[in-house]
């Protein structure tokens, strides 16, 4: 959703929210921090299913979709598209790729690259102009349906899928690997990494981290996992409530936190939980 690491090799705009996100780019080819030592009896992450796991990751996808769209069926949002008044132009997609912020660009020009002249290369001009504004210049009138047509490509669906793995879903999980976290706590990493993006401001991911590692230590470096976690999501309640868009921290208290609560380290169904006051279950 915001300040995602540059891609160097097919892009040279500034990617996600704060533009200010030069430093990201590490994130995806390494870990944040190397951990000093690792401590396996500390964490239960051993004995876990990853993210990463194709069930697992069907699960994270219904959970952020419970979120971003009141839906446990993500694949619907393929097709989603509207200026939600935040401040970040249109918001679309299955991961809420923003054309104020960089990365509904990198998705579209990737789109261009696999299909040329597909129904959306014809608003690379304008997605360039707009990005780093909440403009709709040279979108308007037609940008919204067209998406919804290009959704309908299985090519642009795979599109979708690639750039959530590559900016969001791959960096959080490797992190929470090294982290020595099991798979919700993976799951939280990748939640904030998909609301705030991981740039260099106060209320990115890694910052969001670097607060929690000031009051806990995560079980790579010896510390308890259920202590560390609920460090994690103290510092994402702060980070949430710094922006009246995400003021809302249900997703957090009455989801994730019900998780943890129930000691539910590795995710396993089912699971029931709230968002926004809405009511979901996994099976």
Known sequence: MRNTPDDATRSTHTSRRTLLAVLGASLVAAP??????????ASLAAACTPLDNSAKKEIAMKLVSSAENSSLDWK?????????????GYTAGIIGFCSGTGDMLDLVELYAARKP???????LPALRQVNGTDSHSGLDPNFTKDWRTAAADSVFQQAQNDERDRVYFNPAVQQGK???LGTLGQFAYYDAIVMHGDGTDSTSFRNIRKRALTKA???????NEVTYLNAFLDARVW???????????????????????????????????KVYGDSFHIS
């Open 178 to 180: 090294t982290d020595g």
């Open 76 to 88: 619907a949002q393929y097709k989603y598209i509207e200026d939600i008044g935040d401040g970040r």
């Open 217 to 223: 230590k995560p079980p790579a470096q010896g510390g």
């Open 117 to 123: 002249g597909n129904v959306l290369a014809k608003y």
């Open 239 to 273: 980070a949430m409530k710094q922006e009246e868009a995400h003021s809302d921290t249900t997703r957090v208290d009455t989801e994730q936190r019900v998780f943890l609560r129930n000691n539910n380290l590795c995710l396993n169904t089912p699971l029931d939980w």
């Open 32 to 41: 944040l921090l190397k951990p000093a030592h690792a401590s396996a009896s």
